[in-house]
């Protein structure tokens, strides 16, 4: 009797470790000065090298599988200025959780020309879910405010102050993505005012852990009627 009980507790424990497994969606993204020598951030990073991209795929960090999601930019700028790594991130600042050790991925940027906007497009994702959007914008030498946003939903940020010396980055919660494609749109650009920068960039979904299985659910009733039957017995 003693060895159908523990069988029945062994199967409650399964599923309670079972149901603390989300469903993550992690897309990591390092935009990158083309004139750096830095090293890319390695692991299950997105880094992209080119000013101009269209539908380059992109992998899932936590997976390393690409499943279709892709980015794309346009830029509505005359050129990009070649960056310094030490004018684009200071090092003793520690910035999002998810940056690699080295913070390899801030230390160098993509940059705006004056006054005008380019905009970063990751297409692919899901309609129907509300996602996390993250972005480091930071360079020491523009103190001024920049308009950044995403699907529309704007805010002013100041990649001199707020970047660089304070180590913050801008977040939009609840990001749903449109469009027949699945788009995610961030805009970069002017509030009248100076270079826009971007250095790295996260879209994150978490999704809550699934049910209890019913299987589990069968084997705690079944711990609950056989302790019932013997004390009928007693
Ligand atoms: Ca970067």
Redesign the pocket.
């Known amino acids: 009797m003693r060895s159908v009980k523990t069988l029945a507790v062994m199967v409650a424990v399964l599923a309670l470790s079972g149901a603390a497994h989300a469903v993550v969606i992690d897309y990591r993204i ?4 083309y004139t750096t020598s830095l090293p890319d951030p390695g692991g299950n990073w997105n ?1 992209i090298p080119t000013q101009t991209a269209t539908g380059v795929p992109l992998t899932e960090f936590t997976t390393g599988l690409s499943t279709g999601v892709n980015l794309s930019i346009v830029k509505h700028v005359a050129s990009w200025a070649s960056m310094s790594p030490a004018n ?1 991130w200071k090092t003793a600042n520690p910035g999002p959780a998810w940056l690699d050790v080295n913070k ?6 993509f940059r705006g020309n004056w006054g005008l906007h380019a905009t970063v497009t990751v297409s692919g994702l899901d309609t129907s879910k509300a996602y996390l959007v993250e972005v480091v914008g930071s360079y020491s030498t523009d103190p001024e405010l920049c308009d950044y946003s995403v699907q529309g939903v704007g805010q002013q940020f100041n990649v001199g102050v707020q970047g660089y010396t304070n180590g913050q980055w801008m977040t939009w919660l609840n990001v749903v993505p449109t469009g027949p494609t699945g788009d995610i749109a961030l805009v970069l650009g002017p509030a009248g005012s100076t270079n826009p920068a971007i ?2 960039m996260r879209i994150y979904l978490e999704e809550a852990p699934p049910p209890i299985a019913e299987p589990a659910m069968l084997g705690l009733f079944g711990l609950t009627g056989l302790a019932a039957r013997r004390r009928r017995r007693a």
Request: hydrophobic fraction near 30%.
């Open positions: 390092d935009f990158e000065d880094t684009c390899y991925a801030v230390q160098d940027c250095n790295a």
